[in-house]
């Protein structure tokens, strides 16, 4: 069942829906979390079922606020610390497209956090999100797990369709989805470990590295060996069904003349240095990263969708803006 996350009463029904335990589509900034409460350990092990993820990969907790004193509030039932280069992070990042790794509380969200003695948090900008959160939280769920609406390894859900479509095989007992548009962000949140002394990157996002350590007020590492298991961190992730090829433009551009007319059950995701034989299903990539994030998960699914063999994506520029959109494209090809 889906439902207009304009629609206040949709909200309350989605907010009861969460208290009974069972389980919400929900519209983010980034892009579509598969949503339970974070309190309620059989609701959390329906999600981890739905989407055939292992249990042991943790599950990002999303909580309500709007500003400093709220987020305060609404990390202390789940954080057993925050440690000041969080806070700032917090202040500056949230609500948006940011989750913190932070230690757990040990007596809460323990299959959430898939056994980790950590919890990712993150406070989303979505309209539609806080006002479910915070209906949910006046139901006494104090903050929501949810990974992207996606089965595991598959491409994120950036529509109520899209979500939809992945979990068709859910009663409408068991899933209401809340429609909130397409998502703006379009890629997942940016991920910092804070949970040992020093700020970790482990997922690139929209935020640059750049922007992060400039509020830390100390450098960024990079995830390394000790690093809990992150499905979005594996190398092949984000994957469509037609195995994802990415290639520099010359080299795409030399491949697609070599094949010239017979080119044919390939898809194509190029920049305009790119041309394109008509009769393949083709789509130009945005010169803008937060344009190409915005669309790319959409992108991948339509072209998948056109049933053909492979798709040839232009590797995206260099700059740091386009790491988010770089990492996304690589783990899809790999
Ligand atoms: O933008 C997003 O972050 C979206 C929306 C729905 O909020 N959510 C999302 O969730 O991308 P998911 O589960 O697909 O990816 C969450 C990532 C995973 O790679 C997970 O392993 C990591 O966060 N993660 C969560 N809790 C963690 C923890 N305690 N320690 C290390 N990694 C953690
Ligand atoms: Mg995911």
Redo the contacts with the bound molecule.
């Keep these: 069942m889906v439902l207009s996350a304009n629609d206040a009463a949709s909200i309350e029904v989605a907010a009861q829906r969460l208290a009974e335990g069972s389980l919400v589509g929900?519209p983010?900034?980034?892009?579509?979390?598969?949503?339970a409460d974070a309190g309620n350990a059989s609701a959390v092990r329906r999600i981890f079922e739905a989407k055939g993820?292992p249990s042991d990969?943790?599950?990002?907790?999303?909580i309500a606020a709007a500003e400093e004193a709220d987020w305060r509030a609404a990390v202390a039932p789940f954080a057993s610390e925050v440690p000041d280069f969080a806070a700032a992070l917090m202040t500056a990042f949230w609500p948006g497209?940011l989750?913190l790794?932070l230690p757990?509380r040990a007596e809460v969200a323990a299959v959430?956090?898939?056994g980790?003695d950590?919890?990712?948090l993150?406070c989303?900008a979505h309209r539609a999100a806080q006002a479910l959160l915070q209906a949910a939280r006046m139901q006494g769920v104090m903050g929501l797990a949810?990974?992207?609406?996606?089965r595991f390894g598959r491409v994120?859900p950036t529509t109520a369709a899209h979500v939809a479509a992945e979990f068709a095989a859910l009663s409408e007992a068991e899933l209401l989805i809340l429609d909130g548009g397409a998502c703006p962000?379009g890629?997942?949140?940016t991920?910092v470990?804070c949970?040992r002394g020093v700020p970790v990157l482990?997922?690139p996002?929209m935020l640059t590295p750049a922007q992060i350590e400039a509020v830390c007020g100390q450098p960024l590492r990079e995830r390394d060996g000790e690093?809990?298991?992150?499905?979005?961190?594996l190398a092949s992730h984000y994957a469509p069904r037609a195995p994802v090829r990415l290639m520099a433009a010359p080299q795409l551009q030399a491949a697609l003349d070599l094949l010239g007319k017979d080119a044919k059950n390939i898809a194509v995701y190029a920049s305009q240095a790119v041309r394109v034989n008509k009769n393949l299903p083709h789509r130009r990539m945005p010169d803008a990263a937060a344009d190409c994030a915005q669309e790319l998960f959409a992108v991948l699914r339509e072209l998948d969708a056109t049933g053909v063999r492979l798709i040839w994506v232009e590797t995206p520029p260099p700059g740091p803006e386009w790491d988010g959109v770089r990492d996304r494209l690589v783990r899809a090809a790999a």
Excluded: C, F
């Design positions: 929900m983010t900034e980034t892009v579509y979390g598969l949503a993820r990969h943790p599950l990002i907790v999303h497209p989750t790794i757990r959430a956090a898939g980790q950590s919890v990712g993150r989303p949810a990974p992207s609406a996606n994120s962000v890629i997942e949140s991920i470990d949970s482990l997922r996002g690093a809990p298991k992150a499905s979005g961190t």
